[in-house]
């Protein structure tokens, strides 16, 4: 937004501290804010009229949220098949920017994709950069970095990984080293390895399915190049072989030991355990045509994950909070506030610890730090302004009636023109089938 915006006497989450400010005030000029302040003392970088004044009295400011976990490229498919062969790179790509629309209109003004088919991500990223596109700022990385027998390595041998796939087959570290300098080359911001192997779901004492040798090199490599990297990593063996090799932060870890929280915090590696996915499957997978007996797995998983991550975040290890958008339990626009809620009733977190988890603690991880995820002089003015107090109902946030006013970049978000409801195509699955759409509605909002 050009010129100047105040927004006025509200109770204020800066993202920052562990308590709201009252009555506090902030100035936006040119798309940052410049002042903020408490009651009538106006500080002199608000010195004179704005052009435009917001009155939130009775409303809660706070920085719009960052998602941690969004596949934009996926396009909420059901199966491995509809996400990394269906579609092709231009149809994925043009889907992933009008998806965009819905995660921006759902207060979330930047997110990270962790892993894209394509360089979906990097696309949708540099379209809404450059002003083509209304959307989120995305923290985009490219395919999985994966080896043999690898979480992401889904297809037979005889088949080989298709170039379309989310992940990149790489049978040697010279490979892999390569196939990071390539990414990079392709302007990706983060660096995915896909560390669990397939050997782990059947056996405790199996390990990763990269060596000690090959994951550093990976992490040396991107970091060397000025990139961060994160890994997918249920098991434990992966959490703990990621965490020596230095990763930036590790998803999920759901099967993670008690034993091994002393190293993950002194280490200060940040956990993603995405709850929202593995809880939309144990309670809804049902409706998308989840294979029950995966639904148990997940059940078993998620008491895992509450279990082990209650300790970790007593212990001291910072959290992440993303929702692994991107998938049919998963829809774009509808669930990305729910690790917050998840976050509360699982793990025992404060509101406030939450919404610092989805706001500035992400921003510390993908280096964004002062600019975006806190309302202070200086940061982009990217702000929701809230009919209520989400540090009394975390709930609230996934209710779009209760954000009145989206800002991204200091511009309001346009939200009177509904989003059209589009066909699914017969080329993006193969066939043509319909789905059942999981959306977000008030009779799924409980509490566990």
């Given at each position: 937004?050009?010129?100047?915006?105040?927004?006025?006497?509200?109770?204020?989450?800066?993202?920052?501290?562990?308590?709201?400010?009252?009555?506090?005030?902030?100035?936006?000029?040119?798309?940052?804010?410049?002042?903020?302040?408490?009651?009538?003392?106006?500080?002199?970088?608000?010195?004179?009229?704005?052009?435009?004044?917001?009155?939130?009295?009775?409303?809660?400011?706070?920085?719009?949220?960052?998602?941690?976990?969004?596949?934009?490229?996926?396009?909420?498919?059901?199966?491995?098949?509809?996400?990394?062969?269906?579609?092709?790179?231009?149809?994925?790509?043009?889907?992933?920017?009008?998806?965009?629309?819905?995660?921006?209109?759902?207060?979330?003004?930047?997110?990270?994709?962790?892993?894209?088919?394509?360089?979906?991500?990097?696309?949708?990223?540099?379209?809404?950069?450059?002003?083509?596109?209304?959307?989120?700022?995305?923290?985009?990385?490219?395919?999985?970095?994966?080896?043999?027998?690898?979480?992401?390595?889904?297809?037979?041998?005889?088949?080989?990984?298709?170039?379309?796939?989310?992940?990149?087959?790489?049978?040697?570290?010279?490979?892999?080293v390569r196939e990071v300098r390539q990414q990079v080359k392709n302007r990706i911001d983060l660096v995915k390895i896909?560390?669990?192997?397939?050997?782990?779901?059947?056996?405790?004492?199996?390990?990763?399915?990269?060596?000690?040798?090959?994951?550093?090199?990976?992490?040396?490599?991107?970091?060397?190049?000025?990139?961060?990297?994160?890994?997918?990593?249920?098991?434990?063996?992966?959490?703990?072989?990621?965490?020596?090799?230095?990763?930036?932060?590790?998803?999920?870890?759901?099967y993670m030991r008690t034993e091994d929280i002393g190293l993950v915090r002194d280490a200060q590696t940040p956990i993603?355990?995405?709850?929202?996915?593995?809880?939309?499957?144990?309670?809804?997978?049902?409706?998308?045509?989840?294979?029950?007996?995966?639904?148990?797995?997940?059940?078993?998983?998620?008491?895992?994950?509450?279990?082990?991550?209650?300790?970790?975040?007593?212990?001291?290890?910072?959290?992440?909070?993303?929702?692994?958008?991107?998938?049919?339990?998963?829809?774009?626009?509808?669930?990305?506030?729910?690790?917050?809620?998840?976050?509360?009733?699982?793990?025992?977190?404060?509101?406030?610890?939450?919404?610092?988890?989805?706001?500035?603690?992400?921003?510390?991880?993908?280096?964004?730090?002062?600019?975006?995820?806190?309302?202070?002089?200086?940061?982009?003015?990217?702000?929701?302004?809230?009919?209520?107090?989400?540090?009394?109902?975390?709930?609230?946030?996934?209710?779009?009636?209760?954000?009145?006013?989206?800002?991204?970049?200091?511009?309001?978000?346009?939200?009177?023109?509904?989003?059209?409801?589009?066909?699914?195509?017969?080329?993006?699955?193969?066939?043509?089938?319909?789905?059942?759409?999981?959306?977000?509605?008030?009779?799924?909002?409980?509490?566990?």
């Amino acid at each position: 937004m050009k010129g100047t915006l105040d927004i006025v006497g509200s109770n204020l989450i800066d993202g920052i501290a562990d308590k709201p400010r009252k009555n506090c005030s902030l100035r936006v000029r040119d798309g940052r804010i410049v002042a903020l302040w408490e009651g009538s003392q106006v500080p002199a970088e608000a010195a004179g009229p704005a052009d435009r004044v917001i009155s939130a009295s009775g409303k809660t400011v706070m920085p719009g949220l960052i998602d941690a976990h969004c596949h934009i490229s996926y396009g909420e498919g059901r199966t491995a098949e509809e996400v990394d062969v269906y579609g092709g790179a231009e149809w994925a790509a043009v889907r992933a920017v009008w998806n965009c629309d819905k995660v921006l209109r759902a207060g979330v003004t930047s997110f990270c994709d962790p892993g894209s088919t394509w360089l979906v991500a990097v696309t949708a990223r540099d379209a809404i950069a450059s002003g083509m596109y209304p959307g989120p700022r995305i923290f985009a990385a490219g395919r999985h970095i994966v080896g043999d027998g690898g979480f992401a390595d889904y297809f037979p041998t005889w088949l080989g990984m298709p170039a379309s796939a989310e992940g990149v087959l790489c049978q040697t570290r010279e490979e892999m080293v390569r196939e990071v300098r390539q990414q990079v080359k392709n302007r990706i911001d983060l660096v995915k390895i896909s560390g669990d192997s397939q050997a782990q779901e059947r056996l405790d004492h199996a390990g990763p399915c990269l060596s000690d040798y090959e994951m550093q090199a990976i992490v040396s490599t991107a970091h060397g190049l000025g990139r961060k990297t994160t890994i997918h990593a249920r098991y434990a063996n992966t959490v703990v072989a990621a965490v020596q090799a230095g990763v930036d932060w590790v998803i999920h870890a759901s099967y993670m030991r008690t034993e091994d929280i002393g190293l993950v915090r002194d280490a200060q590696t940040p956990i993603c355990p995405t709850f929202t996915f593995t809880a939309n499957i144990v309670e809804w997978g049902k409706e998308v045509g989840v294979d029950p007996n995966y639904i148990e797995v997940k059940k078993r998983e998620l008491d895992a994950l509450a279990n082990i991550h209650r300790r970790g975040h007593e212990a001291g290890i910072p959290m992440l909070a993303g929702s692994e958008a991107g998938f049919s339990v998963t829809p774009y626009g509808e669930w990305h506030t729910r690790e917050l809620e998840l976050m509360v009733d699982l793990i025992g977190m404060s509101p406030m610890a939450a919404i610092k988890s989805a706001t500035s603690r992400n921003a510390q991880a993908f280096g964004w730090t002062g600019d975006v995820g806190t309302l202070a002089p200086g940061a982009r003015a990217d702000i929701l302004i809230v009919d209520g107090d989400p540090l009394a109902d975390i709930g609230m946030l996934a209710d779009s009636r209760k954000i009145s006013t989206i800002l991204h970049d200091g511009d309001e978000v346009d939200r009177a023109k509904p989003i059209a409801e589009r066909r699914r195509m017969a080329h993006e699955r193969g066939f043509n089938v319909s789905t059942t759409r999981l959306g977000r509605t008030e009779t799924r909002r409980r509490k566990p």
